[in-house]
C-alpha cells in the first residue's frame, strides 16, 4: 500500500471509500494517527510496537494532512475516526453478517449510541456494547470478563472509544482472543458523539 512516512509512522494514502472497501474484503486494525499520537509515538515504546500491529494507519489530523504536503507526498484524504464511524456502519448497513460491539464511554452512553445506531440503519446491527470502569485495563479478569461478552455478542467488529493509547494497546492485547471480530476501530471520542 502507498504510504507517506511521518516521522516514525508510516500513513496509509487512501481514500476513505477504499478503506472502507478493504475492510470489507479483509477485515483489519485500524488506528487513526494524529499529532498527540505521532508525539508518544516519539516516547511510549509499546505503543510504538503497538502500532506496528495495525493494519491501517489513516491521517485523522489537518496538521499531518498539510505536513504531507510539505513533504511532498500528499496525503489524499483526511480520515477522522468521527467520520470513518458513522461512514462505517452506513455503507455496511445492508450487510447483515456485519454486527458492531462498542466498547468503552461514560456508563450508559454507549447504550445511547447503540440505540441511535440501530434506529439509523433500522436493524440490530450495534449488538452489544459495555462501558468499562476507570482503571479496567490492568484487571486481568475484568478483561477477560470483556472479551467473554464480546465473543457472545458473536459481533464482526469491534470499535473502541477509550482515547488514545489505551484503546490501541487493548485492541493488539486482547486481539488474538476475539475470534468473531474482523474490523477492529480505534475511534477515540466517537462513541460520545454517536450519542449525541
Ligand atoms: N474513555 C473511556 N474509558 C477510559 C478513558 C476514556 O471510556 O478509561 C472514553 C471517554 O469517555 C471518551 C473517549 O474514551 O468517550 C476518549 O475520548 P478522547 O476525546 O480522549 O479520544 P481521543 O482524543 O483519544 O480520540
Redo the contacts with the bound molecule.
Keep these: 500500500m502507498n504510504t507517506v512516512k511521518i516521522l516514525n509512522v508510516n500513513i496509509d494514502n487512501l481514500s476513505q471509500d477504499e478503506l472502507l472497501q478493504k475492510l470489507g474484503q479483509r477485515g483489519g486494525v485500524v488506528f ?1 494517527p ?1 499529532v ?2 505521532l508525539v508518544n509515538l516519539q516516547r511510549d515504546e509499546e505503543f510504538y510496537q503497538i502500532y506496528q500491529n495495525s493494519d491501517y494507519r489513516v491521517c ?1 489530523s489537518q496538521v499531518l494532512y498539510y505536513a504531507s504536503r510539505l513533504l511532498g507526498q500528499p496525503i489524499r484524504e483526511k480520515i477522522s ?2 467520520d470513518l464511524f458513522p461512514a462505517f456502519y452506513t455503507h455496511y448497513k445492508n450487510c447483515e453478517n456485519t454486527t458492531i460491539f462498542l ?4 456508563e450508559g ?2 447504550a445511547r449510541a447503540q440505540e441511535k445506531i440501530n434506529s439509523i440503519v433500522g436493524r440490530n446491527m450495534v449488538v452489544d456494547t459495555y ?7 490492568k484487571d486481568e479478569v475484568e478483561c477477560q470478563r470483556i472479551v467473554d461478552r464480546i465473543n457472545q455478542s458473536k459481533a464482526t467488529v469491534l470499535a473502541v ?7 490501541e494497546k487493548w485492541i493488539v492485547k486482547h486481539k488474538h482472543k476475539l475470534k468473531n471480530i474482523r474490523v477492529f476501530l ?7 458523539f454517536e450519542a449525541g
Excluded: C, M, R, W
Aim: glycine share 18%; proline share 9%; aromatic share 6%.
Design positions: 487513526t494524529n498527540d499520537h485523522d475516526g468521527s466498547l468503552g464511554a461514560a452512553v454507549a462501558s468499562p470502569p476507570y482503571g479496567f485495563e472509544g477509550l482515547g488514545a493509547p489505551k484503546q480505534a475511534i477515540g471520542a466517537s462513541i460520545d
